[in-house]
């Protein structure tokens, strides 16, 4: 089955930078991966999504990038602000909805004031 | 559109008992999934459920188990509980659950505390 690689596992980082979270997957038929972000006690929320047919996408201060070939696919936060700070997970998935998302292990985003 | 919802909140269960979770998915959504976070492993697969069909099992045991119904709303349960079952259990529901995978949206979750 499916596994993916997150890292790294505690991300810290002055706001105002920029924040970069990787994931691997193993399966070359995944072709979904999204991103959700987790605040202490709520529910996981999706922030971005993106498929295999696009190798780049963004929304405001986040963009997700995808390399089918490598079998990896990055988050990037720019200009963060005290609000990103949250639990990130990357997901991947080949379709159909049935084989579910399988998901990294998270990664921290702390942002320092 | 009202959101996924989950009952009960949190649950504590003793070994050996049994427990049954709900999920309403958002309205017009047919296809539920499941998941059960912990801080070790993280957030797992465990089912789908689509026009009250699995079609898809994680990694767990037959102690887990699910149905769904007509409405879409889901139910799991999980029999002979274990200290290591304590978890939050999520339930995410998309539109159609179709040829390319649609967005899941997540519920607050199950927090069951077994003892």
């Known amino acids: 089955g499916e596994n993916v690689e997150q890292h790294p596992s505690t991300l810290s980082v002055q706001e105002g930078d920029s924040a970069v979270i990787k994931c691997t997957y193993s399966d070359s038929a995944s072709n979904y991966f999204p991103w959700y972000k987790q605040e202490l006690g709520k529910r996981p929320q999706l922030i971005i999504d993106i498929r295999s047919n696009v190798g780049e996408k963004k929304d405001q201060r986040i963009a997700v990038t995808l390399n089918k070939t490598a079998k990896h696919f990055s988050l990037h936060i720019t200009e963060t602000q005290p609000e990103d700070s949250a639990v990130y997970f990357c997901a991947a998935s080949w379709g159909g909805g049935a084989d579910g998302l399988t998901f990294g292990k998270g990664t921290h985003l702390i942002i320092q004031p | 559109k009202a959101g996924v919802t989950q009952t009960p909140r949190y649950l504590i269960k003793t070994r050996g008992q049994q427990v049954t979770l709900s999920c309403s998915p958002i309205?017009?959504?047919?296809?539920v999934s499941w998941y059960q976070q912990t801080p070790g492993q993280g957030l797992q697969f465990l089912f789908e459920y689509f026009s009250e069909t699995q079609r898809n099992k994680g990694n767990f045991p037959g102690r887990f188990s699910g149905r769904q119904f007509s409405n879409s709303r889901s139910e799991m349960n999980v029999s002979t509980l274990e200290l290591g079952d304590s978890a939050l259990y999520l339930c995410?529901?998309?539109?159609?659950?179709?040829?390319?995978?649609?967005?899941?949206?997540f519920g607050p979750g199950t927090r069951l505390t077994v003892l």
């Open positions: 309205s017009g959504h047919r296809s």
């Open positions: 995410a529901s998309s539109s159609t659950g179709g040829v390319s995978t649609d967005t899941q949206y």
